[in-house]
């Protein structure tokens, strides 16, 4: 199985959960960020898995980034890779299965993961299963105790629907 899991991540907490996501898939997933997950990467693909915290109730867009970015007052985002937004904007048609997820603060509204879900559904990649949410304990992280280990069970469940 051709699996990707594909990940925007300004502090480093979606990044890790991407990269236990793949762990739990096997290890015929690859984690690519955003950048990294070219047209031709992620061609084939039977699975993707996509995720991206959620800023402001919703997917981060360019102009948060940068706000969030030239404000002293906050901790120095990664923002030089595309978009979780602009990635699936650009994410060529296919056929598969898709899967989403978040990490969030645990009161908050809103979502990143339907987002994507839809996004990942109009590409041809349809979700088996309803985006996961993964926590941190802060604005800016760490994970809350025991999500890496959440997040490796949730890629495992997701190559069993594979098997
Ligand atoms: C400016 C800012 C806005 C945020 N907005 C929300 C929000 O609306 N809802 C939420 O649950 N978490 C919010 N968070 C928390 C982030 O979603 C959380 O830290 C996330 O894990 C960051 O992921 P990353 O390290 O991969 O970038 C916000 C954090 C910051 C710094």
Redo the contacts with the bound molecule.
């Keep these: 199985m051709k699996a990707v899991v594909v ?11 991407a990269h236990a996501i793949a762990e739990g898939i096997g290890s015929e997933a690859r984690v690519l960020s955003t950048a990294e997950a070219t047209p031709t990467e992620v061609a084939g693909a039977e699975l993707i898995v996509a995720g ?7 997917l ?1 867009t360019e102009a ?1 980034r940068k706000s ?1 970015d030239s404000n002293p007052r ?2 120095k ?2 923002i030089s890779v595309p978009t979780m937004r602009s990635w699936l904007a650009e994410l060529p048609k296919g056929a598969g299965t898709g899967a989403s997820f ?9 979502s ?1 993961a339907n987002a994507i879900a839809r996004a990942l559904n109009d590409a041809g990649y349809v979700a088996p299963t309803k985006g996961e949410k ?3 304990t ?4 760490p ?1 809350k105790d025991g999500e890496i280990e959440r997040a490796r069970a949730w890629g495992a469940s997701l190559a069993r629907h594979f098997a």
């Design positions: 990940y925007e991540s300004l502090w480093g907490n979606t990044a890790a959960i991206a915290p959620i800023l402001g109730f919703s981060p948060m969030i906050e901790k985002p990664t978040e990490t969030r603060i645990w009161w908050s509204p809103g990143a993964f926590l941190v802060g604005r800016f992280g994970l």
